[in-house]
Structure formats: structure tokens, C-alpha cells
């Protein structure tokens, strides 16, 4: 797994990230990874971003294909799954 990933600081960069220039708190990939590869490294993002993505560009695909429209919550959800806290959902 992602040393140092929590349920808190997943949460935080999914749905209010601190946004910071210099040390990211969050968890990466081990290693010498943020340094070696930091354009590859995770971009704490507001989660604005997203739902403006989902609403202008993702959700009317959905409805021109007949279905139904994310909502906040599977936004959330999607993206806490796909990132480090995937191991630890799927260990229950």
C-alpha cells in the first residue's frame, strides 16, 4: 500500500485539499517517487474542479446516453476509491 495514506488525509484532498507549493502532505507512491517523478505525483485539487468537469462535460454524455447523471457523492466516492484508500476498502 501508500505509506502514510489515512481515511483523514484522503478525505481532505478529495473534498477540501490543502493546497500547498511546497511539501504535499499527502501520501505517495514510496520511495524517491516525488521527487524523481513529481509531474506523475497527485495534484490536490478543489473538488469545484471535478464538479464542474462532471457537470459540463461527463453528465450530459451520461444523459445523452440514455443515463442517469452523477451526483456529488459518487464523485466523492469515485474518486476516494481510485485512490489510495482502494486497499483498504477492498480489505472489508
Known sequence: GIEGATSQLEWEFVVAPVIEDQDSPYAE???DFRTLHPEWCR????LSVF???MADAVNPRLVEAGQA???KEE???GRLYTGP???KYNAV
Open 29 to 31: 507512491r514510496g520511495g
Open 43 to 46: 495534484k490536490p485539487e478543489p
Open 51 to 53: 464538479e464542474k468537469k
Open 69 to 71: 447523471p452523477l451526483i
Open 75 to 77: 464523485l466523492v466516492a
Open 85 to 87: 484508500m482502494y486497499e
